[in-house]
């Protein structure tokens, strides 16, 4: 591997990226989240443990890694610090181990009041957000009435641009939404001060110490949230994220030049099915039996939602467009053992619309949702995969289904996962 390195989702996110990154961070100096928020769920399971993390990165569970928050992702400061919390135990003192960009814009509690009121407004039409304010806050960023962490420490202006976005926010609840706001500007004032004096000390500034590390050699991991089909401008709009998802929101995520970033290389993550939370199309979602099992023997329920995830046949169409835009030098699959006992296991390749087969993922949802997967059948192995640690116990049937993966997506199958643990993994090249 280079000096850097990107992990990101390939599919509409929880395809196990936190495991990987976990994983390969002991090779690592830093590890970054760049975009997002607390919308993002990953889970690491250390020993009897397991860690559901939302905004810090995955890293933070290794000793003597820096971890890095950077202008990019917007945060939840109570969110922030419940999540400290949690992993304070292995964690220990953040000082010196977690690094908050002071470029990064701050989700308040009527963000998410926001959220919730415009997700319920559109009835069936809703998008599927997970109400937790990240929407609103990017909107606040992009408006130029978002609030900063850098403005904190300057409470008189903090405390001003405050009152103007509760007065804003009070307007749109009331007079779009109809609906009673009780938000007080002296209460989220005093409770954001609160909050922001446990993360003073980690505030800095992120885009300098990355272009630093990145000129003197050391090696860093970008830890991508959500997934490339959720990207706000490449994903399947309007059911996406509000964040660039895939590598394209590295450099502005970031603030790093993209001739540095452009060194590094960029892994996706997919499952060996695909799932999707929320609303939107997915051509090869399957609700029957089928999709069923998929979801049991998956445990496909969300991390930060708890919601049933949809489940559908792996989708090369998606798949090879989420490589392209990303670059992608290598494939990790993930959950290959939820597939062990299918006696056929289908794969789309391409769509039917309209009669014509098409390869390309195309931009239009009145198109997509017309679309209908054309699958390759492959045989199931109908053998255990679960845990295995060498590439020569895989049976012949699943070297047929990674050979296809590499021959429609143009890009190397580089490693499988084979079930939660850390251990539980093979490199194959």
């Not at 559908?312 to 990790?332: H, P, T």
């Not at 390309?360 to 390759?376: H, N, R, T």
Request: aromatic fraction near 8%; charge should be neutral.
């Amino acid at each position: 591997m280079g000096k850097s390195l990107v992990i990101l989702g390939s599919q509409w996110g929880d395809e196990g990226k936190g495991k990987i990154v976990d994983l390969l961070t002991p090779d690592y100096d830093y590890v970054v989240r760049y975009q997002g928020g607390s919308n993002a769920g990953h889970t690491v399971i250390v020993g009897d443990k397991k860690y559901a993390l939302h905004l810090i990165p995955s890293g933070i569970l290794r000793e003597g890694k820096k971890n890095l928050i950077t202008n990019g992702v917007v945060i939840a400061l109570e969110e922030l610090i419940a999540e400290m919390d949690k992993v304070k135990d292995v964690a220990g003192d953040f000082e010196g181990r977690l690094y908050i960009s002071d470029r990064a814009h701050i989700v308040f509690p009527y963000h998410k009041l926001l959220d919730g009121l415009s997700e319920k407004s559109k009835g069936e039409a809703k998008v599927g957000t997970t109400l937790k304010g990240i929407g609103p806050a990017y909107m606040a960023k992009y408006a130029r009435t978002g609030i900063r962490i850098a403005d904190l420490f300057d409470p008189p202006y903090f405390r001003n641009r405050l009152e103007s976005a509760i007065n804003e926010a009070k307007n749109i609840a009331e007079k779009i939404y109809g609906a009673e706001f009780n938000l007080s500007v002296d209460k989220v004032y005093s409770d954001t001060m609160r909050m922001f004096e446990k993360i003073a000390p980690l505030v800095t500034d992120t885009s300098l110490m990355l272009d630093t590390a990145l000129r003197k050699g050391e090696r860093v991991l970008f830890e991508g949230a959500q997934g490339t089909m959720l990207d706000i401008d490449m994903g399947t709009y309007p059911y996406v994220t509000s964040s660039n998802a895939s590598a394209l929101g590295l450099c502005n995520g970031t603030g790093v030049s993209p001739k540095l970033i452009g060194q590094a290389e960029v892994f996706g993550v997919s499952k060996a099915y695909v799932t999707r939370v929320g609303a939107g199309p997915f051509p090869t979602e399957l609700n029957d039996g089928t999709g069923q099992k998929l979801r049991d023997e998956g445990h496909e329920y969300g991390t930060t939602t708890g919601r049933p995830r949809r489940c559908g046949w792996l989708d090369l169409v998606a798949l090879r467009f989420a490589a392209r835009i990303n670059g992608m030098d290598g494939l990790i699959i993930t959950k290959l053992d939820v597939l062990d006992h299918f006696d056929e296991i289908k794969v789309a390749v391409a769509y039917e619309y309209e009669g014509k087969l098409i390869k390309d993922f195309p931009a239009s949802l009145k198109i997509l949702e017309k679309c209908k997967p054309v699958y390759k059948t492959l045989k199931g192995w109908d053998k255990s995969t679960s845990g295995l640690k060498d590439k020569d116990q895989l049976p012949d049937q699943v070297w047929d289904f990674i050979k296809t993966i590499e021959e429609e997506t143009s890009v190397p199958v580089v490693m499988l996962s084979t079930g939660p643990e850390r251990s539980e993994y093979i490199w194959l090249k």
